[in-house]
């Protein structure tokens, strides 16, 4: 990353993907190799289910926490449908959005089709990237609750975020608990894996 | 834990616990605290270390409670603190403004919520209560500044004997920033009360008033000469000042647009820095005046103007928000109009207008799959229909509002839906039906139901009782100790049931029963926050049971009403998703036939 620039990263998801768990990881990350991070979240107004918007700005000198519109260089979101939510932060001129291609809809009588999602966010953006995660986790285990990890695995080894690989590993071991830390290094990897190959 | 670990110099520190840690560097040895978001994570830290370092901590039963308590250790000189969101002070006001008479030194610590994303009933600014109550007041833009400011409010509290306030808002609270770590100083387990000769006669009480507006002149030379009110000259004749994050905002803008301006950062805005604004206005031709909620510094800078420079262009809230969380981006709009940035202005608007006439869809926050609410809201719904009047209260039972139960007509303040829901049985023939939590309850249903039964209401109020302060994050409450049953019978309310939400059948029965008589009814609705009680099985270890759709049918479209997010619709067929499935089984009641536990 250029000296003075600052890299403006948003991650939305759902309660109960590990979002914030996510941003505690790379914003730590961030500090670790010695950048100064600003980090913050939006909380809804319950417990699951609701969006979750986490924005984190690292760099030589940052002042604000929050992104501002149209100033993502980077959006992860962990669902499709969440994807469309970041919108306000999208630039065509720089943002790339790397997301989950599922959609977990919010209307659980209702499927919502990525048709409606995919060509819009392609349209506006500068690049979308869609993860297949149920594909990928699908392989090693059932659970759906390391897409987080996935994802940040992903980004990686697509070289999205300028973080080396070892502060991310250093700030995992700090935030996931031991008995879920093999299993998510193991995602990760995988991650990075897939990401080189595609 | 990061926050109290004695080999770091420093760490990333969300607001909320850079004031926990400079509450530390104070010699922190009494807290209170009654949850609420944004400032919940304040009390919750406490209490994760409190016993690890003796200092003494509680969740009080309110807000109001909490100050008491902290009021009563700082008489006692321990160094005590209070935390709680910004509604908590409207509740704790009436104990408040007496303390700073009696010269009591402790700090509290309210938190805005502007954008209300945690918040339902006002979008209120706390700094109206400095004025009101003369509290010093500090506000903290990141959180380095909360940990220093926490400390200087200590310092003020004890040299100046009164109550300190430092007044955070969400995005501080919520923020992530680098905080330097310096010596935790040792808690105190016992203070003395040294008695006093305070007669509460009406003149001592004026004299108290003269002895505060003498002490509140000498504070606020600490403000002309604190630190935290300090301003950046450059060769400019546009000068800007601000307070909280809004000041990180304006550097991010200054440094974008390439303009010199000179700014003033305003960390202690009760009492005001008069003098030092004066000499900051005196020579700029236009000054920008950016704070979250209300004008209240922008107030003060045109009352001083009038004075010192009557020609000065005024902007604030005439070109920035006024209501809503202030955007990074709404600050550089505004000073890209006053510099005249036409370039950065077209950008803005070409941004904004590439999303005009886009519906942005956002995920709405629903009931955890199995809680209890959903049962309770469900069965009434059931047995007593739609057009009974539904009074709500403050909880995760509010999405109880939304549909598709849509079950309450009003939602005002803590413990308000039973004395709203009184008014209303009063005025009108009808039986209101109220829900309120437990925490709640305690908090401050319990002298509204007094009156209730005091005056004959006609109500019946629903009690969700699921044993925990659930929607700030799963704080305990008086229930611990009082069972609400027994404070039915201590309130003379003679007609009470308690259910079990997860049975249908029971509680539809009581439902009927109680809503068909005339005067105060109560059902104890019990069941266990769905999410506190799948924690704890996860932290056992233990597998709880999964429910599974075993037989389509299409009367099982009911359950799109019931709306568990673990029962969904795909290509047309019924299923369960058994990763989200928390095997309350309360489905299964519903369709006997078509849903069975899963072996
Ligand atoms: C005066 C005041 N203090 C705190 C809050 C924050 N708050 C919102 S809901 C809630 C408690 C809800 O607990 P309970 O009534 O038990 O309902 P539950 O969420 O468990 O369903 C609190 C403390 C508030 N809105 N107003
Ligand atoms: S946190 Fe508990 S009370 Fe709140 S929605 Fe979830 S299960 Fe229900
Ligand atoms: S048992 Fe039924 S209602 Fe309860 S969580 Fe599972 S699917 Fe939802």
């Not at chain 1, 604000?64 to 939510?85: E, Q």
């Not at chain 1, 790339?96 to 995919?118: C, D, G, H, R, V």
Request: glycine content about 8%; overall charge positive; hydrophobic content about 40%.
């Amino acid at each position: 990353m250029k000296k003075n620039k600052t890299f403006n990263l948003v991650i939305v998801g759902y309660g109960g993907q590990g979002v914030i768990t996510l941003a505690e990881i790379i914003a730590n990350a961030a500090f670790a190799q010695g950048y100064e991070v600003k980090q913050t979240e939006n909380h809804g107004l319950s417990q699951r289910g609701g969006l979750l918007e986490c924005h984190l700005r690292f760099g030589q000198e940052v002042f604000s926490p929050l992104v501002k519109r149209g100033g993502a260089d980077l959006i992860i979101s962990l669902d499709l449908f969440d994807a469309f939510s970041s919108l306000n932060y999208v630039n065509k001129k720089k943002t790339i959005i790397l997301t989950n291609s599922e959609i977990f809809s919010p209307y659980p009588f209702k499927e919502i089709s990525p048709k409606k999602i995919i060509p819009f966010l392609k349209k506006i953006s500068k690049k979308l990237i869609l993860v297949p995660t149920l594909k990928l986790i699908g392989n090693i285990s059932k659970e759906t609750s390391m897409i987080n990890t996935l994802i940040l695995g992903y980004a990686l080894g697509k070289k999205l975020l300028p973080i080396k690989k070892k502060f991310i590993l250093k700030a995992m071991t700090e935030k996931i608990r031991p008995q879920f830390l093999e299993k998510n290094k193991k995602i990760f990897d995988l991650g990075i894996q897939v990401a080189k190959k595609h | 834990m990061e926050l109290i670990r004695k080999d770091l110099p420093k760490a990333l520190l969300l607001g909320n616990e850079a004031i926990v840690r400079g509450a530390l560097e104070s010699g922190l040895s009494f807290a209170t605290t009654y949850p609420g978001t944004p400032a919940s994570e304040i009390g919750d830290t406490i209490s994760k270390i409190a016993q690890e370092l003796g200092i003494y901590f509680e969740y009080s039963s309110n807000e109001k409670v909490a100050l008491e308590a902290a009021g009563g250790a700082g008489f006692c000189g321990l160094k005590s603190l209070v935390a709680m969101k910004h509604y908590g002070l409207n509740v704790a006001l009436d104990s408040l403004l007496p303390l700073v008479y009696l010269e009591s030194p402790f700090v509290i610590v309210a938190a805005d919520d502007p954008g209300c994303f945690s918040s339902v009933q006002t979008e209120q600014d706390s700094r109206w209560f400095s004025k009101i109550g003369f509290l010093p007041t500090l506000e903290p833009a990141d959180s380095a500044e909360a940990k220093e400011m926490t400390k200087f409010a200590f310092f003020l509290a004890e040299k100046y004997k009164i109550p300190v306030l430092i007044r955070m808002t969400t995005r501080v609270c919520h923020s992530r920033s680098t905080v330097k770590f310096s010596k935790i100083i040792p808690s105190r387990k016992k203070g003395k009360f040294l008695k006093f000769p305070y007669q509460a006669t009406a003149t001592d009480t004026v004299n108290r008033h003269k002895k505060l507006l003498k002490k509140i002149e000498k504070i606020k030379k600490e403000s002309e000469k604190t630190k935290f009110n300090y301003f950046l000259k450059n060769k400019s004749n546009l000068g800007v000042i601000s307070s909280g994050v809004c000041f990180l905002y304006v550097k991010e803008a200054i440094k974008e647009l390439k303009i010199k301006a000179s700014i003033f950062k305003i960390g202690m805005s009760f009492p005001f820095p008069e003098k030092r604004i004066s000499q900051f206005i005196k020579n700029l031709d236009q000054v920008l005046i950016v704070e979250e909620v209300e004008p209240i510094i922008e107030n003060e800078v045109e009352r001083i103007a009038k004075r010192i420079n009557p020609s000065l262009k005024i902007y604030g809230k005439n070109l920035l928000p006024k209501y809503g969380e202030i955007k990074p981006e709404d600050v550089l709009f505004a000073l890209a109009k006053i510099s005249k940035n036409i370039q950065t202005i077209i950008n803005l608007e070409e941004q904004q207008r590439l999303l005009r006439g886009i519906k942005i869809e956002k995920r709405f926050p629903t009931f955890c799959p199995g809680c209890p609410h959903r049962a309770t809201f469900f069965t009434i719904k059931k047995v007593l229909g739609e057009k009974v009047v539904f009074g709500g209260d403050i909880g995760c039972y509010l999405l109880g509002s939304l549909p598709p139960f849509k079950m309450s007509d009003f939602i005002v303040a803590m413990g308000a839906g039973i004395g709203v829901s009184y008014g209303i049985s009063k005025a009108t023939d009808e039986k209101p039906v109220i829900f309120i939590g437990d925490s709640t309850f305690f908090h401050a249903g319990l002298p509204a139901l007094i009156n209730l039964v005091w005056h004959d209401g006609n109500v019946l109020v629903i009690i969700l009782d699921n044993k925990i302060t659930a929607m700030t994050g799963g704080q305990p409450h008086p229930g611990e100790v009082i069972k609400i049953e027994d404070l039915m019978k201590a309130c003379g309310v003679k007609s009470y049931e308690i259910t079990n939400v997860y049975n249908l059948k029971e509680t539809s029965e009581k439902i009927k029963k109680l809503y068909s008589q005339k005067g105060v009814s109560v059902l104890i609705a019990q069941g266990e926050c769905r999410l506190l009680k799948i924690r704890k099985l996860a932290r056992q270890g233990v597998v709880w049971p999964r429910f599974e759709i075993i037989k389509q049918s299409p009367k099982l479209e009911e359950l799109k009403n019931f709306s568990c997010p673990a029962i969904r619709k795909k290509k047309g067929k019924y299923l369960i998703d058994e990763n989200l499935c928390w095997g309350c089984g309360f489905c299964q009641q519903l369709f006997p036939e078509n849903i069975k536990i899963k072996l």
